[in-house]
């Protein structure tokens, strides 16, 4: 399984990004699929997750509202739409997969839980 995560870069506070996380491999109609980011110095947390479906996502409480998931089966691709973003979203930003989270609301946070990792994407929030 390989993931390649693109589009991060440079953006000031309250502007905008969309990630994508390319997945190819094998075939991921069980998978779910998540973004994760890890700031200087900081541990690695839980952006946002969905289902190979699309019928199942999840978001970190802190993005609820400013981030968006969605899924392109026929691409194979993963999009992270990030609006109004904060200077603390400067961060290296990781797609990963799973096959073994059953419940994503309780379940897709866990990073230990993921099976396939990308080699991320940095994005850069000035002031």
């Known amino acids: 399984v390989q993931l390649q995560a693109s589009g991060g870069g440079l953006v000031q506070a309250g502007g905008s990004l969309r990630l994508s996380c390319a997945a190819s491999?094998?075939?991921?109609?069980?998978?779910?699929l998540g973004w994760f980011r890890q700031a200087p110095g900081k541990e690695r947390e839980f952006v946002a997750a969905v289902s190979w479906s699309g019928g199942r996502i999840a978001y970190a409480d802190s993005m609820k509202g400013r981030f968006s998931i969605s899924i392109d089966n026929a691409k194979n691709t993963v999009w992270l739409h990030m609006n109004s973003l904060k200077l603390e979203g400067t961060a290296v930003y990781y797609c990963?997969?799973?096959?073994?989270?059953?419940?994503?609301?309780?379940?897709?946070?866990?990073?230990?839980?993921?099976?396939?990792w990308g080699q991320g994407t940095l994005v850069t929030v000035s002031s």
């Open positions: 491999g094998r075939t991921f109609s069980n998978y779910v």
């Open positions: 990963a997969a799973s096959t073994s989270i059953r419940d994503i609301r309780f379940e897709a946070r866990k990073s230990t839980l993921y099976d396939y």
